[in-house]
């Protein structure tokens, strides 16, 4: 009896770490490369170790053949990547955000590694994913997003098969919701540089020998900076509530 315990948890353990690590290895934050790959297993295991009396209740019972013990692993990764993909696709509005604003500060070039993302990207976009990762851990959102993967097992249960439509239907969603934000957050950025272009324009034919070039990036630049440092805060609040939104869907009513 106590064999048969033992070894029904453990069976359980591994399939909410199967979940578990799905979604580490995608989620922000958590995944980048300056995070330990040791801290992320501890994390995972620790993680699956407090659920297992949680949420193990309708669990299915271990499979006999091997090869339905695979997909049944395979189903809770795909689950559990889901949801940290999601997560990482909602923070790429702020890379869409600071990639518009580089272009239109005349910024694009200045590039910079960008430790979430694991690649060179704009100095702008590499400072608004920093700050809203950093936003989102010292407001607590990490624990919403935690929460989501918790309660996912009221949404899609272990034994049966991830809605693979369903699920490449909302990323898509969610990708362009999160361009649409992205752009609409950086809207008036575009307006300024709209309304300087055009008044440069309008100089530059009025007085051709006026040295349009080494006047407007400066003042481009300036003014974008002055701009940024009256909108950041607003921006950042209309981001939080988004990705807030975008995780309470999830949540367990």
Request: charged share 10%; hydrophobic share 60%; glycine share 8%.
């Amino acid at each position: 009896m106590l064999s048969e315990i033992f070894t029904f948890n453990i069976f359980h353990f591994g399939l909410i770490f199967a979940r578990m690590s799905g979604a580490l290895i995608v989620m922000p934050g958590i995944s980048a490369s300056f995070v330990s790959v040791r801290v992320r297993l501890m994390l995972g295991l620790m993680l699956a170790f407090i659920l297992v009396p949680a949420v193990s209740e309708n669990f299915p019972p271990f499979p006999i053949h091997p090869l339905e013990l695979m997909v049944l692993l395979g189903g809770e990764i795909l689950v559990g990547f889901f949801f940290g993909m999601l997560m990482a696709i909602m923070l790429s509005a702020m890379h869409v955000l600071g990639t518009i604003i580089a272009f239109v500060a005349s910024l694009s070039n200045a590039f910079s590694f960008d430790a979430v993302s694991q690649a060179q990207g704009s100095i702008i976009a590499t400072f608004f994913v920093n700050l809203a990762l950093i936003t989102i851990f010292v407001t607590d959102l990490h624990h919403l997003m935690l929460t989501a993967i918790v309660d996912s097992y009221s949404l899609f249960e272990p034994g049966k098969m991830p809605p693979i439509g369903d699920f490449a239907s909302f990323m898509t969603r969610t990708v362009a919701d999160a361009f649409k934000i992205g752009v609409e957050l950086a809207s008036p950025f575009i307006l300024m540089s709209f309304g300087f272009q055009l008044s440069m324009g309008l100089i530059s034919r009025l007085n051709p020998q006026f040295q349009v070039y080494f006047v407007a990036m400066p003042a481009q630049i300036l003014l974008a900076l002055l701009m940024l440092m009256f909108t950041i805060s607003g921006i950042m609040m209309v981001f939080l509530t988004y990705y807030q939104n975008g995780l309470i869907g999830f949540l367990e009513p």
